[in-house]
C-alpha cells in the first residue's frame, strides 16, 4: 500500500493519474513490471486492463443495472465468458453487502454503496493493483467507514498491491507501507509508513501532520 498524502493542489490526483493514461506526462518514465511504458492510446488500452482504478465521482454508468456496470469491462474488453464473469460479481457483491441491488440501478444507491459497486467494477478486472483518488471525499461521514474498510481488506491481501490518494489520515497511518508525501508538484519525501508519521523529515510535512491534528 502506498500513500500519496500531502495538500490539496500538490499534484496527489495528477500523479495517480498518469499512472494509467489519463495524464499525459512531459518528461520522466513510467515502468510496469520493468518494462518501460510507451504512452500512447494502444498500449494504454492493453494496460488499463491491468490496472482498476476508483474514482471519488464513481463513474457508474446511470443507464445500466449494478450487475451490468460491473460486467461491461470483463466481458467486453477482456472477452471472458459472461457466466463466469456473472459469478465473481455476485461473490464480490456478498463480500460488499451488495448481493441484493444487482439490479438496481446507481440512481437508486447511496454515495457509500456506489463506491462499493465501483471498487467491485474494478477488482472484477482482475487487475495486478489498484487505484484509489480520494475515494471517499464525496462520501458523508458515516459512510466513509464502510468503503475503508473495504479498502483495508483488500490491503491486507498479500497479492494485491494499491496506489491511494487521501485526506483520512488515520486510515492511512494504519494501512501505508509507503508514504510519498507531496508538495507543489514534488515529492518532499518518500519514508516507510510509520516513519512517515512517527518522524517526518521536513519541516512541511511536520506542519501538515500537524495541521490534520497529527
Keep these: ?8 493542489g500538490s ?38 486492463q491491468k490496472i482498476g482504478m476508483v474514482f471519488q465521482s464513481y463513474d457508474l454508468f446511470p443507464n445500466l443495472t449494478v450487475m451490468d456496470n460491473i460486467i ?26 451488495l ?11 447511496s454515495g457509500g454503496q456506489k463506491q462499493r459497486i465501483a471498487i467491485v467494477r474494478a477488482l ?9 483518488d ?7 461521514p458515516e459512510m466513509v467507514r464502510g468503503v475503508l474498510n473495504i479498502i483495508r481488506d483488500l490491503a491486507d491481501q ?5 496506489i491511494i490518494v487521501t ?19 514534488k515529492i518532499l519525501e518518500d519514508t516507510p509508513g510509520n516513519q512517515f508519521f512517527d518522524h517526518p523529515q521536513t519541516t512541511r510535512a511536520k506542519e501538515f501532520l500537524e495541521s490534520m491534528n497529527f
Design 1 to 8: 500500500m502506498v500513500t500519496l498524502l500531502g495538500p490539496s
Design 99 to 109: 448481493l441484493d441491488y444487482e439490479d438496481s440501478y446507481p440512481r437508486q444507491l
Design 72 to 97: 461491461l469491462g470483463p466481458t467486453k474488453v477482456q472477452k471472458r465468458a459472461k457466466e463466469e464473469v456473472i459469478a465473481q460479481a455476485r461473490a464480490l457483491l456478498k463480500k460488499v453487502d
Design 167 to 185: 485526506h483520512e489520515m488515520d486510515f492511512a497511518k494504519q494501512v501505508a507501507d509507503r508514504v510519498l508525501f507531496l508538495q507543489d508538484g
Design 11 to 48: 499534484g496527489k490526483s495528477t500523479l495517480i493519474r498518469t499512472l494509467n493514461g489519463l495524464e499525459k506526462y512531459q518528461s520522466g518514465t513510467i515502468t510496469f513490471n520493468g518494462k518501460k511504458v510507451v504512452p500512447n492510446d494502444k498500449n494504454w488500452q492493453t494496460l488499463r
Design 158 to 162: 498479500d497479492d494485491m498491491t494499491m
Design 134 to 140: 480520494e475515494v471517499t471525499a464525496s462520501l458523508d
Design 124 to 132: 472484477a478486472l482482475h487487475p495486478e493493483f489498484m487505484l484509489f
